[in-house]
């Protein structure tokens, strides 16, 4: 259409294009450690959430159901996550980090910060911290829970 913008202008297109060069350089730091970024995301939020359902650790980690189960699946296999029957719980097996796991997310968390602090580098602590605001303005504007 006449009159729009090219599509690199759009606000769209650079929150994806930021996010997928944010998404490239973790997969290729983390991978230091054997990792994913998804994988990573998924020990990060079991560190902060132990025994936390698979539904709720899908919403957390932006994937479907069925991606987290192949997810779990995969780092229960290596031995980072372990899952177990609770009977308050009925059928719903919560995941945990293992020892293993644990010592695995936290050497990964320097290189994740490491990439952040990068992709943030060019900007002043208070355009960091704007910037922050500002993208949980735009999430909140979009979420379900208006």
């Known amino acids: 259409m006449p009159g729009n913008p090219p599509f690199e ?17 973790m997969d290729r730091s983390l991978n230091f450690h054997g990792l994913t970024t998804p994988q990573y995301v998924v020990l990060a ?13 899908a919403r957390r980690c932006f994937v479907t159901p069925q991606t987290m189960f192949r997810i779990v699946a995969g780092l229960t296999k290596r031995g ?17 980090l293992t020892p293993e796991g644990l010592n695995k997310v936290r050497a990964c968390h320097s290189r994740a ?24 303005a735009c999430a909140e504007a979009l979420s379900e829970r208006r």
């Open 80 to 96: 980072l996550v372990r899952r177990k029957e609770l009977p308050t719980h009925g059928r719903t097996l919560p995941a945990a």
């Open 45 to 57: 939020a079991l560190e902060s959430y132990p025994g936390i359902s698979s539904a709720e650790l």
């Open 9 to 25: 202008q759009y606000v769209g297109y650079l929150l994806k294009r930021a996010q997928h060069a944010l998404r490239a350089e």
């Open 113 to 136: 910060t490491e990439v952040e602090r990068r992709m943030l580098a060019p900007l002043s602590h208070v355009q960091r911290r704007a910037l922050a605001r500002l993208l949980q």
